[in-house]
């Protein structure tokens, strides 16, 4: 099973702009499709963004569209989450996730492995 760490939450203020960055160890990790997932508290958690296995494909929440971009580096193992235009709404616990696949999928649910979260907080 593939190991996810995610770094780069934090605070700041609406329509701002975070990068969060997830670090994959302990598999192949081109064998994956990448996704971002996000969770308030009391709330289930809620697909934000996805990214084919070689990259090549992008697929985006409604709400994050033309707002977040979603991006990996095979060669480093790493998936980035860039976040611009913050809104207050946006403020949850963030879940880098990865699903085993043999497509070009993006796909937004039965994700195999997840990171522990890293918290953002948009303040306005």
């Known amino acids: 099973q593939v190991q996810l760490r995610e770094s780069g939450g934090g605070q700041v203020r609406a329509g701002g702009s975070l990068t969060l960055s997830c670090a994959a160890a302990?598999?192949?990790?081109?064998?994956?499709?990448m996704g971002w997932f996000r969770q308030v508290p009391g709330q289930a958690r809620e697909f934000v963004a996805a990214?084919?296995?070689?990259?090549?494909?992008?697929h985006y929440a409604d709400s994050v569209k033309g707002r977040f971009t979603i991006s990996r580096n095979n060669n480093e193992n790493t998936v980035v989450l860039q976040m611009r235009r913050l809104k207050p709404e946006d403020t949850a616990v963030y879940f880098c996730?990865?699903?085993?696949?043999?497509?070009?999928?993006?796909?937004?649910?039965?994700?195999?492995?997840w990171g522990q979260g890293t918290q953002v907080t948009v303040f306005s």
């Open positions: 302990g598999r192949t990790f081109s064998d994956y499709a």
């Open positions: 996730a990865a699903d085993y696949t043999v497509t070009g999928a993006t796909p937004t649910e039965g994700y195999d492995a």
């Open positions: 990214v084919s296995r070689a990259g090549l494909r992008t």
